[in-house]
């Protein structure tokens, strides 16, 4: 079993609507959950960290987690055809000094204009 | 300015070659990582290291192999036994602990092709 999975897509949405990517991951030790952004042949760059249940807004921008359900959401409202790229969900796993960071294969997203 | 260098950006390796790729931070991170990421693929785990003179194996560490000699440095050798090591390649470190601030930071990657 994957230890972070998420759907591959394309998830293809029209300019102005709301966006929503999905990630499950199965150790229930996690503490740490981060969503990445990375544009084709770029390397992924951090846009969101949350690391309690509930939501967490940052503009157009709102993760949510629900550790319960081993689940983690990003949400981009108002949708830009530059927000087009694939979008990582990390964990990490571990406690005290001993960790790793774990990412799903990432959902490509695919913003029309 | 506190970042993660890699080094080069584009590197070519010929069969039968070993190449060593470059990865120095200076954001005092205790754990570093390499990551290989195919075409239109996720990432995945090729080595990563919690502290100085200590690593672990990651999924696919078969044909590449790191040392960690400095906090700082954290090099990775494709060995002639990577059949097809064809790929981006981005290195990431990160603070250990529990909660906050443990988020990895990117390298801007090396994209290797072998000629």
């Known amino acids: 079993q994957k230890e972070v999975e998420q759907n591959s897509g394309p998830l293809s949405v029209p300019e102005g609507a709301i966006a929503s990517l999905n990630c499950t991951y199965s150790?229930?030790?996690?503490?740490?959950f981060f969503w990445y952004r990375q544009y084709s042949g770029k390397s992924p760059e951090l846009i969101m960290s949350?690391?309690s249940n509930g939501d967490k807004e940052d503009g157009r921008f709102t993760a949510q987690l629900n550790k319960a359900s081993q689940y983690v959401s990003l949400l981009i409202r108002d949708s830009q055809p530059s927000d087009s790229a694939t979008y990582l969900c990390a964990v990490n796993w571990g406690s005290g000094g001993y960790q790793k960071v774990t990412f799903g294969t990432g959902t490509k997203l695919q913003v029309i204009p | 300015d506190g970042g993660i260098t890699q080094s080069p950006k584009y590197l070519f390796r010929k069969e039968g070659q070993n190449v060593t790729l470059s990865c120095e931070q200076n954001l005092n991170h205790d754990a570093m990582y390499w990551y290989r990421q195919d075409p239109g693929q996720g990432l995945r785990l090729i080595y990563y290291s919690q502290i100085v003179n200590d690593f672990q194996k990651g999924d696919i560490a078969e044909g590449y192999s790191v040392s960690r000699e400095k906090k700082e440095s954290f090099p990775l050798t494709v060995t002639s036994a990577q059949k097809n090591p064809t790929a981006f390649y981005l290195c990431?470190?990160?603070?250990?602990?529990?909660?906050?601030?443990?988020?990895?930071?990117f390298g801007q990657g090396t994209r290797l092709t072998v000629v």
């Open positions: 990431a470190s990160s603070m250990t602990g529990v909660g906050r601030n443990t988020e990895a930071f």
């Open positions: 949350i690391y």
């Open positions: 150790d229930r030790v996690s503490q740490s």
